[in-house]
């Protein structure tokens, strides 16, 4: 049975809340059928069970949609979007998931950031290639060492959309073996002369007991 809709006849019979509120024409048992010029129309489902409902705004995952004969709510088609601007443009994502132009992601594409008080994916810091790996060194000094470092950088070529998003690192360093350990025309290593200085000793040392072996041999002749 369609009939026009009479807000006291309805709250009489289906409660404090009716479900005809805001019809333009409802049905007892499938709810509102037309809405007021301003509402939007919803068919809810509950379980085997549907029935029209006029919403001044749509309810979760719907748009509205205005059309001449009358405005509807439209399921947003995207998936994971809380509320959408229209059927593929999203433009809040339910929790856990980040907006990035209308769409929603688990963790932003590459080159954006995760922006978390919003939920949203913003433009990140963008940097350029590595350099080559520089010349060996320590203490700058590219020789009189066995070990050293060497750096390669690169350059910051898009600064980030907001000053809290950090930039990725654009220097590094790893451990080098030197290309030349002995300075041309320095001193040589103090190690070296220690090992000479001992072998000297040991000569000198040599040296006197064969002395000291000598005269004795001789006294007892």
Not at 82 to 93: A, E, I
Not at 104 to 120: D, H, I, N, Q, S
Not at 128 to 142: A, I
Not at 162 to 189: V, Y
Request: hydrophobic share 25%.
């Amino acid at each position: 049975m369609t009939l026009q809709c009479n807000l006291s006849y309805f709250a009489a019979n289906y409660g404090p809340n009716p479900i005809c509120k805001g019809c333009l024409s409802c049905s007892k048992d499938n709810g509102c059928i037309r809405c007021q010029h301003k509402l939007f129309f919803f068919l809810r489902r509950e379980g085997m069970r549907q029935y029209g409902e006029c919403l001044h705004s749509c309810p979760s995952g719907y748009y509205g949609l205005r059309t001449p004969d009358m405005n509807r709510c439209s399921r947003c088609r995207i998936e994971n979007c809380d509320s959408c601007f229209s059927r593929d443009f999203c433009t809040k994502c339910k929790s856990g998931f980040y907006s990035h132009r209308g769409r929603c992601f688990r963790g932003c594409p590459a080159g954006f950031a995760a922006l978390e008080e919003l939920m949203e994916c913003v433009e990140g810091c963008e940097v350029g290639q590595w350099s080559e790996w520089g010349t060996c060194s320590r203490n700058n000094k590219t020789c009189g060492f066995k070990w050293g470092l060497e750096t390669r950088t690169r350059q910051i070529v898009k600064k980030p959309a907001k000053d809290t998003i950090p930039c990725p690192t654009i220097a590094e360093s790893r451990r080098c073996k030197m290309a030349m350990r002995h300075c041309p025309g320095g001193r040589k290593p103090a190690k070296t002369k220690d090992k000479k200085k001992k072998k000297k000793n040991l000569m000198e040392r040599a040296q006197k007991q064969h002395s000291i072996f000598l005269a004795t041999d001789k006294t007892s002749q």
